[in-house]
């Protein structure tokens, strides 16, 4: 491997004499100083959020605890293609699939279970989902366990959770596959 | 009689009341002055007690109180092969020694109760100055004893470090001094101060940072360089050595790191005693009364008193707050560097200050001349820095 030299800068006779390079060095961290301490909160520098007292608002696109997303009678808009258990890079995705008696789709998840200790949160599965089926918008963080087996949550948990703004469950979202109503 | 009791009065509102709180204080204001310096707000978290739902923090005041708990509750741990007896003793040496130096610290003027004439200084003595530097050497044998009583070898280099720079500090320390002597031709403390009363040209306060501005800034950057902080804390080292206190834990380790502080506080005092005329104001302060412009309040000699130990309360406290800044502003030195500068910089420059201070006192006694150079200095210093060139390329944020 080559050395690489650093170029030495070359110091002026006033900046090696050190005293108002000091002065200057003061002046900047006092300017902070004071800013912070006497300025008003807009222009303040100070970066601190006072975590549990004060929450940062997560940015929209942030990733959190996974949902799955129900169609308009309740049931699981997951079609059981194994799309998202495969683009899983975690493993942590289990499905057992079933034939569903619907006969517009061809299978349901009878089981659908994600380990979340196992999740990194990467959102391959949502990106894969070819139903729309699961997102990861509830702005939630994974929930404290305290046996293993709580961790993996199963179809009616992930069911069971809202978007972020608490809302919709996204009946009749506009989607690639549904750009004309089901059964017409 | 008299004496006994005025000196225990004094040692505990100065030492018990003023020195030893502020030393705590400002462990909390280092932490905030250096969170707020860098966008950060720093602890505010401890408190004791809850009110209508809030705890009260007091602005993380609390936070010595608490460290102080933890220290005193933390087992004292010496390891096996250390010397036991130096171990113990060396953080009381570095503590004990910067205590004593505020007993020759003069902290307000003499004042008469009830007939007994009472300095409120601990002890006045001749030597004065010269016992200031005898402790202050003295104080290196608590990080030189505890680095060679801990027995490892990172503690031993801290401790080296340390009397290294402290013995190279102490020559320049002493000849800045040196100047200061010449000036006002004392060494007892409260002379010093007295001969810095009153005002030089007819506007300028006659304080040692006017007629030796050179000499107080030697002095300021030798003593912080004796208090072994930021920039020159290279007796410790979180990356590298660690420091002469690894082998220490719980008060022991209290002792020197407020050891630390109270030193702070030392030479924020004698800094305000020999160059910023100690507990005296001019302008203000009169000899027995305050005035304000037209206004002229005659005092009793104890309100004077108090009056002086506020203002020089108010000069230390700035003093300590400038150190703290300084600290959190600078990178340190690599140790060469001290070197360097504490022999080749420091030490000739001290030696032409008092020649310059000599020639300047020989061609004319009454201080005026030295007066008239020190404002040009620190003109000429204050044009500089207005003046100089700036790097654009490096931003400052």
Known sequence: ?184 | MVIVVSTIIKFIVFVLLFAMPLATLLTWMERRQSAYSQDRIGPTRAHIFTLFGKPIVLGGLLHPVADALKMFFKESFAPDSSDHALHRIAPLIGFVTALIVLALIPFGPDITIAGHVIPLQIVRLDSGLLLVFAFGSLGVYGAALAGWASNNRFALMGGIRASAQAISYEIALGLTAVGVLMTFGATELSEIVAAQDGLILGFLPRWGIVVQPFAAMLFFVAAMAETKRAPFDLPEGESEIIGYFLEYSSMGFGLFMLGEFIEIVVLSGLFATLFLGGWQLPWILGESSISLGAIAIELPSWAMGVVGMLIFGAKVFLLCALQIQLRWSLPRFRYDQLMHLGWKILLPCALVNIFVTGVLLWIDPSLNLLAWFGLGLMVFFVMVVIAGPRRTALAEH
């Open chain 1, 1 to 184: 491997m080559a050395i690489r030299v650093r170029e030495k800068v070359d110091y002026s006779l006033y900046e090696r004499s050190y005293l108002p390079e000091v002065v200057r060095g003061l002046g900047i961290s006092l300017r902070h100083f004071f800013g912070n301490l006497f300025g008003s909160k807009k222009t303040r520098l100070l970066q601190t959020v006072r975590y549990p007292d004060e929450k940062r608002i997560y940015p929209e696109r942030f990733r959190g605890q996974h949902r799955l997303l129900p169609r308009e009678d309740g049931s699981s808009r997951c079609v059981a293609c194994y799309m998202c258990a495969t683009a899983c890079p975690a493993y942590c995705i289990h499905i057992v699939a079933e034939e569903s008696p619907d006969d517009e789709i061809e299978k349901y998840p009878a089981a659908f279970e994600i380990d979340m200790l196992r999740c990194i949160y990467c959102g391959f599965c949502v990106e894969a989902c070819p139903e729309d089926a699961i997102r990861m918008d509830t702005g939630l963080h994974t929930p404290a366990f305290l046996n293993r087996q709580d961790a993996v949550l199963g179809r009616v948990d992930l069911l069971g959770l809202l978007g972020r703004s608490g809302t919709e469950p996204a009946y009749g979202a506009q989607n690639y596959r549904e750009d004309k109503p089901r059964g017409s």
